[in-house]
């Protein structure tokens, strides 16, 4: 991608990730999105979650639960993993904008882990004209190691801790630095069995609070923005029809714990409005700024309800080897609009998973749209084990 004004790419895709798409006459008084640095802490890295409307809490325990839940990975069947994934970003506007994401973990005796993640959003290559014929590559990357450990049978925790680099400039006339930030994640997971007729089901609950940590400023800018923390809710239902096939339906919830922008109210005065736009959003602390999230909406308990992001999603497995599966995901016409439906496949065997999403939109308001995402994960154990027998026919 070449582009001679860089500001406008990066208001693209500050629109295009917060989403807008409304009535024209509404967006002044009814369009309000919440808006956040490091958008691409929102993106969900994997395809598996990524088929299911992007759904996670509570689902199944997989290489990639450090972005969706990291308190499931002492239920991992498999001792270690790795898993990669990669996801295109605005494909049909630009093709060099995309995520990639590395994650591992490794499960210390039987009841606790320890995992990792890399993730790297690039936004391509950026011409600027007004900058002597400057060419640059912007990019946001995320470091994070984690730690969870099952406190009874059923019953674990976790913590992320996560480095944050934006290198997203606005002012490149002057002396400016990248973004850097800190944060946390918390998380609980509990998975039980009980019986429903003659089948073992399993029932699963999940919660995440993520990125709760420091604000993050660009490029010499005084106000520092809010990152993207997050509350994720989840539940997760398992039915076992025979020996080969299981479905499974689940549904997450998520809320971002930051405040909302303050809006121009009708004959407020500009310098008015702008000091209590520094007073009400850009002086407010972090953890302060996650209490009043639940609320400051202007327009009451009916505008925090509109926050809230649902996603359902469901996938039906054969033989432990071969996955269907679906979603849907909604959030408010006045938050963002992003509504789209997913599918998906995957395909396990007992060194690799392969994973594939397909996205399309309802509203065409999604990134993502008309989008395939892939993932790729090695079981590690599988692969020791198949390196051991190699060498035993030798």
């Known amino acids: 991608m070449r582009t001679t004004n860089y500001n406008k790419i990066t208001l693209l895709l500050a629109v295009l990730l917060s989403v807008t798409a409304t009535k024209a006459q509404d967006v002044k008084?009814?369009?309000?999105?919440?808006?956040?640095?490091?958008?691409?802490?929102?993106?969900?890295?994997?395809?598996?979650?990524?088929?299911?409307?992007?759904?996670?809490?509570?689902?199944?325990?997989?290489?990639?639960?450090?972005?969706?839940?990291?308190?499931?990975?002492?239920?991992?069947?498999?001792?270690?993993?790795?898993?990669?994934?990669?996801?295109?970003?605005?494909?049909?506007?630009?093709?060099?904008?995309?995520?990639?994401?590395?994650?591992?973990?490794?499960?210390?005796?039987?009841?606790?882990a320890v995992s990792a993640s890399l993730r790297y959003f690039s936004l391509g290559e950026v011409y600027l004209s007004e900058m002597e014929d400057m060419t640059i590559k912007p990019y946001e990357l995320a470091v994070d190691v984690g730690y969870s450990r099952m406190l009874s049978q059923c019953f674990s925790m976790g913590v992320n801790l996560r480095f944050i680099y934006s290198d997203i400039k606005y002012d490149?006339?002057?002396?400016?630095?990248?973004?850097?930030?800190?944060?946390?994640?918390?998380?609980?997971?509990?998975?039980?069995?009980?019986?429903?007729?003659?089948?073992?089901?399993?029932?699963?609950?999940?919660?995440?609070?993520?990125?709760?940590?420091?604000?993050?400023?660009?490029?010499?800018?005084?106000?520092?923005?809010?990152?993207?923390?997050?509350?994720?809710?989840?539940?997760?239902?398992?039915?076992?029809?025979?020996?080969?096939?299981?479905?499974?339906?689940?549904?997450?919830?998520?809320?971002?714990?930051?405040?909302?922008?303050?809006?121009?109210?009708?004959?407020?005065?500009?310098?008015?409005?702008l000091d209590r736009v520094q007073r009400d959003y850009y002086d407010i602390s972090p953890i302060a700024g996650i209490f009043k999230s639940f609320g400051d909406a202007p327009g009451g308990f009916k505008e925090e309800m509109q926050e809230i992001r649902?996603?359902?999603?469901?996938?039906?497995?054969?033989?432990?080897?071969?996955?269907?599966?679906?979603?849907?995901?909604?959030?408010?016409?006045?938050?963002?609009?992003?509504?789209?439906?997913?599918?998906?496949?995957?395909?396990?065997?007992?060194v690799f998973t392969i994973d594939a999403a397909y996205c399309f939109s309802t509203a065409q308001t999604n990134p993502l749209d008309q989008t395939m995402r892939f993932s790729l994960g090695f079981d590690l154990d599988g692969m020791r084990d198949l390196f051991g027998k190699m060498r035993r026919r030798r």
Request: hydrophobic letters at 35%; glycine letters at 10%.
């Open 172 to 273: 490149y006339t002057s002396e400016s630095s990248a973004g850097k930030a800190f944060a946390a994640d918390i998380a609980m997971y509990r998975l039980g069995y009980f019986m429903l007729g003659n089948r073992e089901c399993s029932l699963g609950w999940g919660i995440n609070i993520s990125n709760i940590g420091t604000k993050i400023a660009f490029g010499g800018s005084d106000d520092a923005e809010f990152i993207p923390t997050n509350l994720r809710l989840g539940l997760n239902f398992t039915v076992p029809f025979n020996e080969y096939n299981k479905f499974s339906i689940a549904l997450d919830a998520n809320k971002l714990l930051i405040p909302t922008y303050p809006k121009q109210e009708e004959g407020e005065a500009e310098n008015d409005y």
């Open 310 to 350: 649902w996603s359902v999603g469901a996938e039906y497995t054969y033989n432990d080897r071969f996955m269907l599966r679906a979603g849907y995901h909604h959030e408010s016409e006045n938050k963002g609009n992003r509504k789209y439906f997913t599918v998906g496949a995957g395909f396990h065997m007992s």
């Open 29 to 112: 008084n009814v369009f309000n999105p919440e808006q956040y640095g490091v958008t691409s802490l929102a993106i969900a890295p994997d395809a598996r979650g990524g088929s299911m409307g992007d759904i996670g809490a509570a689902t199944e325990a997989d290489i990639y639960a450090q972005y969706w839940n990291p308190a499931k990975y002492p239920f991992n069947v498999a001792r270690a993993g790795v898993g990669i994934s990669y996801t295109p970003w605005l494909r049909k506007i630009v093709n060099d904008i995309n995520l990639a994401n590395i994650t591992g973990f490794y499960r210390i005796g039987d009841y606790s």
